[in-house]
């Protein structure tokens, strides 16, 4: 059975806001443990002291390492930009012996297709497809054979250039969706490659995104 300080931790761990926030020194660990209460009474099925609550929390916060927050992300020299692409949809596919072909054949019916935009990823059970909304015909036929889990249209991808060195900085992918998430924004899907992070988004979303992100380029 869990005990509160165990559960304390569990919430913790869970929400990067609070791990930042903790470490960082910027909550009131008695007003944080006056709010965790009714959840933790509810999970642990028993009556929860607020001073056990803060302790708990005492005790994750000398454990936490200190974060340096005024380490900047490193964008790449002259190419440390935002570049934005409209129109984007997703579909993702149930895995199966013939994804491997109906990716080749889909590539093969793009190529034609010059500004246009594909991508595909190959995952454990699925296989997603990223293209702009003028080659989802051409995905449709490739992938006509096979199951189709989920459609998201109507997406803008946001991509940030950033420099190979950031592979070497912890929490730099972090950084970009802890700022979103400040302002609410929801991420439907991320795509990476050594030195690009691109970000989808629902369109409606596409203008406080770029806000966000062109302060991160600014800096």
């Given at each position: 059975m869990l005990s509160i300080a165990n559960k304390v931790e569990q919430y913790v761990s869970e929400s990067p806001f609070l791990t930042e926030g903790i470490a960082t020194g910027l909550l009131n660990l008695s007003e944080l443990a006056r709010q965790m209460r009714p959840q933790l009474e509810s999970d642990l099925w028993k009556p929860v002291g607020q001073a056990a609550v803060v302790m708990a929390l005492r005790r994750?916060?000398?454990?936490?390492?200190?974060?340096?927050?005024?380490?900047?992300?490193?964008?790449?020299?002259?190419?440390?930009?935002?570049?934005?692409?409209?129109?984007?949809?997703?579909?993702t596919y149930r895995?199966?012996?013939?994804?491997?072909e109906c990716q080749r054949q889909l590539l093969a019916l793009a190529e034609p297709h010059d500004g246009a935009f594909v991508s595909v990823t190959r995952g454990v059970h699925e296989m997603l497809v990223v293209c702009s909304g003028t080659l989802l015909h051409l995905v449709e036929q490739a992938f006509a054979q096979e199951r189709l889990l989920a459609r998201v249209e109507n997406l803008t991808a946001l991509?940030?250039?950033?420099?190979?060195?950031t592979r070497k900085t912890p929490g730099?992918?972090?950084?970009?969706?802890?700022?979103?998430?400040?302002?609410?924004?929801?991420?439907?899907?991320?795509?990476?490659t050594f030195s690009e992070l691109t970000i989808l988004l629902e369109q409606s979303q596409t203008g406080a995104a770029f806000s966000v992100l062109s302060q991160i380029v600014g800096h």
């Open positions: 994750i916060s000398e454990r936490l390492p200190q974060h340096d927050l005024s380490q900047p992300i490193i964008l790449a020299p002259r190419l440390g930009e935002l570049t934005t692409r409209a129109d984007l949809t997703i579909s895995l199966s012996d013939s994804s491997t991509t940030l250039r950033l420099n190979p060195e730099v992918y972090h950084a970009v969706l802890k700022k979103l998430a400040w302002d609410k924004i929801a991420v439907v899907n991320m795509m990476c």
